[in-house]
């Protein structure tokens, strides 16, 4: 039998707690959160009880959270970590453009600084919302090298650090901008200055980011709060509005921004049903509608034009051909005015046409608007209310349904969608980088790939997504998927076959999987004073023991700024294995005995740069005669060691 009884719960009111919620009542504006949890402003209590203006912190206007000054710190910190290739998960590693990052997204937008700084043209990201549910990362600003010791303790410290922000907590905002605050920092540093920011967020923190993004890029760089339909019919999960959107914030690096538009929807080309010897066209009414319509209000643009009326042609003046009369009348008869003043009338005469009013001795003057622009097809601008069925959530997984089955993921954000964003800002054939460092299931490659498939462009795409792990309740999970990246990595690698096989495209399908973890090298090459003389020798090797030359590969990569994605060769010189970096850019061999004669070798290739393994020569004089020689013959090549 259920027992309803409800028990005696033998303690006293929690009357702190009381008093809070009574405060919290009255004044609502003095509810904030401090590091202790939720709080009341008692120096803004005191100024709402007070009536004369209470002395004490100097007022700003700012955003503020407690933890924000930790998250710059968060920002700044150096990282010993690594990116660690992982060939077996990767299609086409050693050409593809396109990359997939398995990690915590700080860590990895920090390796990330020097070999991508400057170099992306569009970012979106889709983070957590802040639900009340959502698992958000706790950066640990003070973590000790103890830590980064710790091999094997990865997958805990993982399950520690991403923790449930349960919208009860008393820090609920700030954890949540506390985590975003220094991955947009350095997230902007790697945009181009002609690139672009698009984050998806909803009314949970929406506020709060759009504060957030004014802080990081600049107010002035704020462009858009962009609402994009995901649910037209409403879904009933509120208590009072039926929520059918989200937003979408975009910002700007700087005003060299550059932008191409959208293609004209395939609705839309039916308006272009006319044809000229330039080309189709629609006609567009010259006469304004809608806001400051009238001569009263723009008697500049109120003037005659004149129509022949045997073909609809145009000036300016009256003449023996163009001898009809044409002004901007409302139907109401009132006065109105054109789009244009005379002088833009005068420089496009050519483009307008006019038309008699049906049933009346009247004429209408009309723009053409031709479909072909400059050799290209006409593009429009994107609409601030983003909408279409293809954008909604619905058909959203229904796409992500067709190529991933059961494996299911929650939410996946149209490809559609996406594709209109990459669109929009990166040329086919600008070579744009897209990086999405939430990247969930993998939408933004997706989208990547089906519109490089469709306008045969070059776009290439970075994913970071940190290996949450699936629950086992899931229905990915039972199929065999244990964490996020393993699903993302499927649902890129079927949605390349799928686009391949239906397109048949010759794009880059591929992409290069690598996986954060900690530095290649031994504690002691970072931190060698801690060592004793004695125990110092016992390091003949600073690298550790299990790890590889595409390992040492990556790391100098990154180390010495070059993108990952540049093309990597493996050959054989005097038996050693070598790797040539986009060509003559980098030439790395991390096999021991390099002596002189190897040396010579490489020279002939003269590659910019050349690393070795600090204890891969034969011996130290052949470390110092390598060095030499590389200097005599070929002096444009840099050599270092790790
Ligand atoms: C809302 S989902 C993105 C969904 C994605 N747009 C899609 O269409 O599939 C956010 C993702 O960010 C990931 N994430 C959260 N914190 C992260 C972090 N610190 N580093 C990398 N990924 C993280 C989560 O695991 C989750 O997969």
């Known amino acids: 039998m259920s027992d309803n009884t409800e028990k005696l719960d033998l303690a006293s009111p929690d009357l702190v707690n009381e008093n809070f919620q009574k405060l919290a009542q009255l004044f609502p504006n003095c509810v904030t959160e401090s590091a202790e949890g939720k709080a009341i402003d008692f120096d803004l209590l005191k100024q709402e009880l007070s009536h004369a203006v209470v002395e004490g912190n100097k007022e700003r206007y700012r955003l503020e959270w407690p933890g924000k000054k930790e998250a710059i710190v968060t920002a700044n910190l150096p990282t010993t970590k690594t990116l660690r290739p992982v060939r077996e998960d990767s299609v086409d590693f050693d050409t593809t453009q396109n990359l997939y990052i ?15 700084l400057g170099k992306i043209k569009m970012i979106y990201i889709d983070p957590p919302y802040n639900t009340g549910k959502d698992f958000v990362y706790k950066d640990n600003f003070a973590q000790d090298s103890e830590e980064y010791k710790e091999d094997s303790g990865q997958k805990d410290e993982l399950k520690r650090r991403l923790v449930q922000n349960a919208d009860v907590s008393g820090r609920y905002h700030s954890d949540w901008l506390t985590m975003m605050y220094p991955r947009l920092k350095l997230a902007r540093n790697l945009l181009n200055n002609n690139g672009v920011l698009f984050a998806s967020i909803d009314d949970h923190e929406a506020h709060n980011l759009k504060k957030l993004l004014d802080d990081v890029f600049g107010e002035n760089n704020f462009i858009a709060d962009l609402v994009v339909v995901s649910n037209l019919k409403g879904r009933n999960d509120k208590k009072y509005i039926a929520t059918a959107n989200e937003r979408l914030l975009m910002y700007v690096k700087t005003d060299e921004f550059q932008e191409y538009g959208l293609s004209l929807p395939e609705e839309k080309l039916s308006d272009y049903k006319e044809e000229d010897d330039i080309g189709k066209y629609r006609l567009i009414e010259l006469r304004k509608r809608g806001g ?100 909604s959530t619905d058909g959203a997984t229904k796409k992500y349904r067709q190529i991933m089955g059961e494996i299911d993921f929650t939410n996946p954000k149209s490809v559609d969608f996406l594709s209109d964003l990459v ?46 792990e699936i629950d086992e309740s899931d229905k990915a999970f039972k199929k065999g998927f244990k964490t996020i990246p393993q699903l993302g990595k499927e649902r890129i690698r079927r949605a390349g076959k799928k686009i391949k096989e239906e397109t048949g495209a010759e794009i880059d399908y591929g992409f290069r999987v690598y996986r954060l973890d900690d530095s290649n090298m031994q504690d002691v090459y970072y931190r060698p004073q801690d060592y004793k003389q ?47 970096v986009a060509d003559n850019s980098l030439h790395a061999c991390f096999d021991n005995g390099i002596d002189e004669a190897f040396a010579k070798e490489i020279a002939n290739e003269a590659p910019l740069r050349i690393v070795f393994r600090d204890s891969g020569f034969k011996n130290d004089t052949a470390k110092t005669n390598v060095k030499q020689l590389l200097k005599q013959l070929s002096p444009e090549t840099e050599m270092k060691v790790i």
């Open 534 to 580: 004695e125990s110092l020798e016992l390091f003949a090797d600073n690298v550790k023991p299990n790890r590889t030359p595409d390992d040492l590969l990556a790391q100098v990569m990154l180390d010495w700024g070059l993108p990952l994605s540049l093309k990597i060769e493996q050959t054989t010189v005097s038996g050693k294995k070598l790797f040539k």
């Open 102 to 116: 398995e990690g915590d997204n700080l860590e990895v937008l920090k390796l990330l600084q020097e070999s991508y």
């Open 423 to 468: 669109e929009y800002t990166c040329a086919p054939d600008e070579n744009a980088i897209v990086l999405d460092f939430f990247s969930g299931s993998g939408t933004t490659a997706h989208s990547v790939l089906e519109l490089n498939s469709k306008d045969n462009g070059n776009r290439s795409f970075i994913m970071v997504q940190i290996p949450e």
């Open 292 to 391: 400051p319509d009238t001569r009263a209000e723009r008697p500049n643009m109120f003037y005659s034009f004149y129509v022949n009326p045997e073909n609809g042609n145009v000036s300016l003046e009256k003449d023996e051909l163009h001898k009809i009369e044409a002004l901007p009348i409302k139907s109401d008869g009132v006065e109105g005015r054109w789009r244009w003043g005379k002088d833009t009338a005068k420089l496009r005469i050519n483009s307008l046409f006019g038309r008699q009013v049906q049933g009346t001795d009247k004429y209408n003057i009309y723009e053409k608007d031709y479909l072909e622009q400059e050799g290209s097809l006409k593009r429009i601008k994107p609409k601030s209310v983003m909408a279409g069925a293809s954008y």
